[in-house]
């Protein structure tokens, strides 16, 4: 579906159907006064009485088929002192998917409905609710039917709508919210990148095939990248990162992708690390069968740092924008003749030796290498890893919050603050020095995994042992809202939800976090 734009200089374009999301007991007339110039007949029409503004209360309302807009959907919100910011997300995405499933072609959204949201201290800026509304709009039409053949005999899929046009009261519309326009399509293609790359089975994404994804999007956007393959790998010493990928047929990768502007070749990067097991069966320590399908969206942390550059080469203006490098530790977790084992022990490429108690602790083993990496050779300004780590972060906060885990108060604040501003639910979460011994080895530097109580925290510190003090680093572990099996106003199809990339954009954007 297209984003379009129409100023109120020509004359007014033909829409299917208006979008007007609405709050609860404040009168028609006060929200959409605007209407009388755009669709008179519906402030007469005795279906408004009908329409309370509950939340997701819906009302197709119904006008002159010669008029420029003949239809005008109206979608509840709720009262507005317990209205937010998701509601109105939730609201245009429903809207959109009700719009394609009447199989409606162009649909309209005035941009002056969106000013109450202001008015009501529900937003600081306009633009920012027109961002939101087009990511929404664009995610609530997501489908995942990539790999069917076509329709079955009684599923005769309608279209999706072929445009989406915002319209302004104003003459000229503003700079500042065009771009804010072709910034919300780009998230959102950033987030159905990462969604289509979770969703990908197995057997079409093997390590070197997630790789190329980071060269055909650093070819596509005009990025630089470049790939280590197996054999690169154990010659550097990545010895963790190695062990891992070495049980498949379809050896390990580590790939870098870089947005680097002009002028800003000599500054430190923002790094961003994201685990990218293709396929986690737990090695020789071997998952239950039970659902083991759903680790093919193991490696939604390198699909979010995908996504995320995805979306920042869609900015048009991405030059303003901070260098930033992302690393994707690829492998496939599989049992075989060449498996690491349980009892193995690994030189890392930082030199620290871990013993490795249970293979199924894979990710941690293929981000240390990726950690000590980025610190070595790309002198970050600030390291942040994303990861689906830890079942134990999915048991202490359940499937839809991700563990932040930093002793960087300033980091720690910006991650948070994003992930306000994006919808993401994070909770910051302890590095407790105490538990720290639990990773003590008789024999290596350290083991790969500690106990099962603060299973999480003992990731998160393991991962620790391998940032150096100066280092400003948070480690993400996504693992509840890497893949999701319910559905959403914005995930109509549960999967893999590409959760990070709109908290990257927003860290970047709108947060104030600088690196330097």
């Known amino acids: 579906m297209d984003i379009e734009e129409q100023n109120a200089s020509g004359k007014a374009r033909a829409v299917d159907c208006a979008i007007l999301p609405l709050f609860e007991k404040i009168p028609f007339k006060d929200q959409a006064s605007f209407l009388s110039g755009h669709a008179p007949w519906v402030l007469t029409n005795p279906a408004l009485r009908d329409f309370s503004g509950k939340k997701d209360e819906q009302a197709l309302i119904h006008g002159n088929g010669d008029e420029p807009w003949p239809r005008l959907l109206l979608w509840g919100l709720g009262k507005e002192d317990k209205c937010a910011l998701a509601d109105l997300r939730n609201a245009v995405a429903g809207a959109v998917k009700f719009c394609r499933d009447r199989s409606f072609s162009t649909l ?33 039409l997501c489908r995942n039917d990539f790999y069917r053949s076509g329709p079955s005999e009684d599923e005769e899929l309608p279209a999706d709508p072929e445009r989406l046009i915002f319209i302004f009261a104003e003459k000229e519309v503003p700079e500042k919210s065009s771009l804010a326009l072709r910034l919300g399509a780009g998230e959102a293609k950033g987030v159905l990148t990462a969604r289509r790359l979770g969703n990908t089975p197995a057997n079409l994404l093997p390590p070197a095939a997630l790789a ?13 990248c470049r790939i280590f393959d197996e054999e690169q790998i154990r010659d550097m010493g990545m010895g963790a990162l190695y062990a891992v990928g070495r049980g498949s047929r379809n050896g390990p990768r580590l790939a870098l992708i870089e947005h680097c502007p002009k002028g800003k070749e000599n500054t430190a990067p923002l790094v961003i690390a994201g685990k990218g097991i293709t396929f986690d069966s737990g090695g020789i320590s071997l998952k239950p069968p039970a659902n083991m399908h759903e680790m093919k969206s193991d490696m939604g942390g390198a699909a979010a740092v995908l996504g995320l550059f995805t979306a920042v080469g869609e900015a048009p203006d991405r030059e303003r924008l901070p260098r930033i490098i992302g690393i994707i530790a690829a492998a496939e ?14 030189t890392t490429y930082s030199g620290k030796t871990v013993e490795i108690l249970n293979t199924d602790a894979e990710g941690r083993l293929v981000l240390c290498d990726a950690l000590a990496y980025a610190q070595k050779e790309l002198n970050p300004a600030a390291l942040i890893d994303l990861a689906t780590l830890t079942g134990a972060c999915v048991i202490a906060l359940g499937d839809y919050g991700s563990g932040l885990f930093s002793a960087d108060e300033a980091l720690r604040a910006a991650v948070l603050e994003a992930a306000g501003q994006s919808g993401d639910l994070v909770w910051p979460m302890p590095l407790w020095d105490e538990y720290d011994k639990n990773l003590k080895s008789e024999l290596a530097d350290m083991v790969n995994i500690g106990p099962r109580e603060g299973g999480a925290i003992h990731a998160a510190l393991f991962l620790r042992r391998f940032i150096e003090k100066r280092t400003r680093w948070a480690h993400l572990d996504i693992a509840g809202p890497g893949c999701v099996t319910k559905s959403a106003p914005l995930l109509p199809v549960p999967g893999a939800t590409g959760v990070g990339v709109r908290l990257l954009c927003r860290l970047l954007r709108d947060t104030g976090f600088t690196l330097h």
């Open 108 to 140: 309209g959204l005035p941009v002056e409905g969106l000013d109450m949201f202001v008015r009501k201290g529900l937003a600081t800026d306009r633009d920012i609710l027109l961002r939101e509304a087009v990511v929404a709009a664009l995610l609530g």
């Open 212 to 224: 190329g994804e980071a060269r055909r999007i650093a070819e596509n956007y005009s990025f630089s």
């Open 333 to 346: 977790n599989m049992p075989g003749g060449n498996a690491g084992r349980p009892g193995d022990i690994v």
